[in-house]
């Protein structure tokens, strides 16, 4: 499972209780329960305060590391973002996060970290930071015009799926459309589905959802995949797997779930409709790393390079989660990441006071 939009579960999930749990709907009160206390505490942290750890972002590894940071009583600041929780709050049911049998919501699952890095005295911040300074310590964090000041930096910030930026596409995340095979292919025992995209990313969650749905149908707008040979050659031999080559997606259908979807050929401008019941969307991941560009050492796709456990370019910041995984991709090894960089935070703190 990752810590993704639709980075929502994997799940063992019988057909016959698969429609009734991936169209739960998605709880959003828990963040109404508390903003009126996160603006209390915006306003009343003063500019000159500086915190132990600062944590950008407030997703499974954001929260993670607020939790053992706070615990080892270092003043732990988390500026979560104006939508917090990451991934997590816009997925339904999660199935594959250790320790609960029965699964858990997403947001359930996130309000949770929150509360209990709260406990140990962590603050939160529930805006989008605006800029930083890696420059010389303390580092600065600025959130519009409020500036913090900290001792050391975890960048959390994730990564977010590309999307094919259609108005029901948005509409339907949860309801059918997703990204994460891993998370999501066992609701769909038996059912059918369309994966967009050409690449190594799609063949796998095509190859992962085949194990789950009973046809799993490729569509992407070239003549040629751009995955790996032998990717394409597992996918090829795969019986449920088939190709919708030179061909778009332009809209997808239904009102309370995903029901069909609109094709569009690229060379023939011939339009056509095709009956599923989910969409999985692997076109790529962008990594949140806008606000670190020039500041900290990134890769060509601009994923945070980390070396010696979660340690960045910049002695003293430190990354952890789907910021700079492009493997794994799950909220449990995003938790792990976070859990490594607050302990690595935490000696470089005790070496460094």
């Known amino acids: 499972m990752r810590s993704k939009a639709a980075r929502s579960p994997s799940h063992t999930t019988s057909p016959s209780k698969m429609s009734l749990k991936f169209d739960t709907p998605i709880r959003r009160d828990s963040r109404k329960r508390h903003n009126a206390g996160v603006r209390r505490l915006r306003l009343g942290l003063a500019n000159e305060a500086v915190y132990d750890v600062v944590i950008v972002g407030s997703g499974p590894a954001g929260l993670t590391s607020a939790i053992y940071t706070s615990r080892a009583n270092f003043k732990t600041l988390v500026i979560g973002g104006a939508l917090w929780g990451g991934q997590l709050v816009l997925t339904s049911e999660v199935e594959n996060f250790s320790g609960f049998p029965e699964g858990v919501l997403g947001p359930d699952l996130m309000d949770d970290m929150r509360r209990q890095a709260e406990r140990f005295g962590a603050e939160l911040i529930f805006e989008d930071a605006t800029s930083v300074n890696l420059s010389s310590r303390?580092?600065?964090?600025?959130?519009?015009?409020?500036?913090?000041?900290?001792?050391?930096?975890?960048?959390?910030?994730?990564?977010?799926?590309?999307?094919?930026?259609?108005?029901?596409?948005?509409?339907?995340?949860?309801?059918?459309?997703?990204?994460?095979?891993?998370?999501d292919?066992?609701?769909?025992?038996?059912?059918?589905?369309?994966?967009?995209?050409?690449?190594?990313?799609?063949l796998d969650e095509a190859l992962t959802l085949a194990k789950f749905a009973s046809e799993v149908k490729v569509v992407h707008r070239r003549s040629q995949l751009r995955a790996t040979r032998i990717i394409q050659e597992r996918a090829f031999k795969n019986e449920k797997i088939s190709?919708?080559?030179?061909?778009?997606?332009?809209?997808?259908?239904?009102?309370?779930?995903?029901e069909r979807v609109r094709l569009k050929n690229v060379r023939t401008s011939e339009?056509?409709?095709?009956?599923?019941?989910?969409?999985?969307?692997?076109?790529?991941?962008?990594?949140?790393?806008?606000?670190?560009?020039?500041?900290?050492?990134l890769d060509e796709k601009g994923y945070v390079l980390v070396r010696d456990g979660s340690k960045t370019s910049v002695e003293g910041v430190f990354a952890a989660g789907d910021v700079q995984d492009?493997?794994?991709?799950?909220?449990?090894?995003a938790a792990g990441e976070g859990c490594k960089a607050a302990l690595d935070a935490g000696r470089y703190l005790e070496e460094h006071p």
């Open 138 to 183: 303390p580092f600065k964090v600025s959130v519009r015009n409020q500036t913090y000041q900290a001792k050391a930096i975890i960048v959390a910030t994730g990564a977010s799926p590309r999307w094919l930026g259609l108005e029901s596409e948005a509409r339907l995340i949860g309801k059918g459309v997703a990204s994460c095979a891993t998370c």
């Open 185 to 202: 292919a066992a609701f769909f025992q038996g059912k059918k589905v369309v994966v967009v995209g050409g690449g190594d990313t799609a």
């Open 243 to 258: 190709f919708i080559l030179d061909t778009e997606v332009k809209d997808i259908l239904g009102q309370e779930r995903v």
């Open 271 to 297: 339009e056509s409709e095709l009956q599923t019941d989910g969409v999985f969307i692997a076109i790529g991941q962008e990594p949140n790393t806008k606000l670190f560009e020039g500041k900290i050492e």
């Open 326 to 333: 492009l493997r794994y991709r799950q909220a449990i090894t």
